[in-house]
């Protein structure tokens, strides 16, 4: 097989829906890092940001562990003990030593406080009201707290960062809790907000590779009912409060977590509020330890200061997961030489609303461009690549899933001119979407039979059939979302590939394509599909013959694709293990690319990578 292009599925109207679900630019492009990857790391380009992210619903249990790495776990561990009166029951496998825990005294541990920072780092906003102090009576007073550290400036901006708590909330996903400091879903913990001061013994070490806080709500706090505030004092937290009890889960289940913090977190040294930046996100951690304190007036700060009582509080240790590489806050300190701050433009912030109106003269497809789409000044740091991108490694079968999210507005807009572009083609009659039928229901059913089944399929579907054609007289849809997937991997996986097959779906509302795996004679192991119109979610389980008890039949991993991302499958245990679905919200159309050796191929008349399991409902 030479180089061939499939392209198939319903042609559609200028009336159908094209309206794009779009999510805003919650991520930036990252920051650029010189570090090497580390030993245990697939080799990545240097410019990316990579986060070991579990999906959004489902994290296989052991998964977790491959995340830390074992060096730090065992200091962690060791350090964590001192600061742990005594262990919960939460049944964890982390080898914990009791003895030697008993043996270390907690004023061994080195902590890093910096108190009453958040006053001088937050000056009140211009014409904010500001609030009058309400003093309950018989308060104790506040604890004496250590001298302040002036803050370390920060040359870099974190890849994620908000002004406001809103923007935080709608626009990452890990942390959707307006109120609270835990975020969870379905008793999982997903986020973690690190703000004002901690309790003494919390601590922010080994350059934030630990953190440890106390967690969970029932904090004291002030209270306004008719007019009358009142102080309510904290209370003791009880394993199953349900943030509490999402934690615990979260620790012993080793789900990783995202923290995030606010610019009056007060153990984080570099200075936020000077970039602008309220909150930021640290990045993944794993809860590695968790134990419960009583906490009395005298020994922490964020206590029930009505009086002389103590509450039971649980505090966590979070460890930084070492797949992300360095954490984005050191990186900025080897950058300062190379970098002329005074030419760096602030990037995009999460939650700012492309308006992509303004931009009508511009050429979408120019992505090579290094001006900032908010100033227009140069910031090659920042724009040149203009996406993120997620590592997602398998636990069964050797493999990865990338996900890569454009973050520019530039990044957005070249899938914006690819997904116009299929529509115009389709609706001039340049690229003809073709229904197929289900092989199986082929098999089975008269043709005539089929044919009425395919009038409900509208199956979006080729693979070296009727449709294909070489790539230099195929749609320039086609050709355009090849070159961008090929060279969205380039640049994020630092592989040159040359993919010579693009399947092209349209899915109209509601349809979806079943659990299927892409396991064909001559497939190569990447498989990379572009993303454009409404988001869907994939779905990943294993297959039936790697999973004969059918104890892990559910779904493994899910993934939300959004307009502009590409999705990479690495490796061909992904196809061999596992099977995919992909279910849409409405319109959307996928360009799946895929290298075909010619040799070892299905013949032209069978499609390549259809399958009796690949089908469009
Ligand atoms: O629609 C998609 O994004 C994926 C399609 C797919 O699963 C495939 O072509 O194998």
Known sequence: MGDTVGTASTLFSEEEKTELLEDGPKKLGPPRDERQPSESSPKFSENMVTLILPTEWDLPVNLAP?????GLANKVSNEVKTARPQPLDLDLDLDLDLEAMQMVKPEDLELVVIPSAHEHRRPPMAGATVAPAIVPENIAPEPDLPPFRPLIPLNTYPPIWAQTRQEVCETFEWFRSYQGGVYF?????KGYLLSAFGARRDAFKHDGRLIISHGGGRAAS????????????????????KSVRALLKACREKRPIALVID???ALFPYDLSALGVTYAVLGFYMIVEAWEKLISDEAEYETDRTGARSVVKYKFAFQWCERQGEPWWLSQSGKAEELDLDEDAPPVKVGEVDDLRE???????DVTSTECDQCGKGSPQVYSEGWWMASFYLIIGNGCLYQIQPSSRRAKLEADNIFKTYQEEANSGQLVFKRWPLRAVAERFSPTISRTMLENLTMSYVGGTDNTVPFDKAPSAVVMSRKLIQDRISQALDRDTEFNEVLTAAYMEKQKMAFHSDEEVGLGPLVA???????????????????????????????????????VMDGLDVQKYYEHTVVPTNFRIAATARSINASTAATPTEPALSGPHKSHT
């Open 66 to 70: 491959s995340l830390n790495d074992a």
């Open 185 to 189: 879903n379905n008793d999982i913990a």
């Open 222 to 241: 002030i209270h306004s009912e008719k007019g009358q505030s009142s102080l309510r004092p904290a209370e003791d937290q009880k394993s199953d409060d």
């Open 263 to 265: 610019d009056r977190y």
């Open 359 to 365: 931009e009508e003269d511009s050429d979408p497809t």
């Open 529 to 567: 599909g572009l993303s454009l119109g409404s988001p869907a979610m994939m779905h990943f389980r294993l297959q039936k013959k790697h999973d004969k008890e059918r104890q892990q039949r559910g779904i493994l991993m899910s993934f939300t694709l959004r307009h502009g991302d590409v999705f």
